[in-house]
């Protein structure tokens, strides 16, 4: 059981943040002999399988590594072009691992606001007014979880189909959402987030464990309200660092 992708899409179907949690699975691995027995095409910076089926290679499947090292689109780990590395027959024989091509960052855009017309139609088909939309989607490999919030931002996460917890998730990226971007003093509405994260076990639950370019931590000002210390914002693009607290809005060195 997995959590495959999480996406936030904002009240106009704009893609706001992306994560994927998994590695797409390699169908096969095969060593070649020169001549390359596959036809092989560049089609949207990746180098798919155009003709020549066999051994579990497929039609349309990526060429993801060679000689156990990952490919990057159309260039290999050293920066050479897949295409001219493999129709150099010095450099046979040769190990190709294939399958299904990793989403281009346009490609994630594009399947963002395809869902979110989904929803609207889904919204619309309903008998009764005031439909929720689209909570979920189910297929024999994935399911897709959605919620929607008050203001129209929504949160898909794509997991096994037996994967249990997903709606605590989902109201667990949304408070995070709410913490770490609507409190960001610098952050502009609906406009895309740019941070690291990774989904994770904790405590009984799955949870985003993020990494944004501003981050809470404690408060250097020496802010106490109810006696307790207040958070800050540490704004990691200034040099020297300087902290924003919540407070007291007082600018601290670190």
Known sequence: ??????????????????????????EAEKTFSYPLDLLLKLHDERVLVAFGQRDG????????????????????ADG?????????????????????PRLTSNEKLMLASM??????IGSQ????????????LETDTFKLHCYQTLTGIKFVVLADPRQAGIDSLLRKIYEIYSD?????????????????????????????????????GPSWCGCFVGGKRQLCWLHKSLQPPRRLCSSCSAWQWC
């Open 125 to 136: 088909l309903s008998p009764e007014q005031g439909s929720s939309g689209i909570e979920m």
């Open 180 to 216: 770490f971007a609507l409190k960001n003093p610098f952050y502009s509405l609906e406009m895309p987030i740019r941070g690291k994260a990774t989904v994770g076990w904790c405590s009984g639950t799955w949870t985003l464990f993020t990494q944004p370019s501003w981050t809470l």
């Open 1 to 26: 059981m997995a959590i495959f992708s999480v996406y936030v899409v904002n009240k106009a179907g704009g893609l706001i943040y992306q994560l994927d949690s998994y590695a797409p699975r390699a």
């Open 57 to 76: 290679i497929r039609v349309g499947h990526a060429v993801l590594a060679i000689n156990g090292m990952d490919v990057n689109g159309k260039y290999t």
């Open 115 to 120: 869902f979110h017309s989904l929803f609207a």
């Open 80 to 100: 050479k072009e897949v295409l001219e590395y493999l129709g150099n027959p010095a450099n046979y024989p040769v190990s190709i691992r294939f399958g299904r």
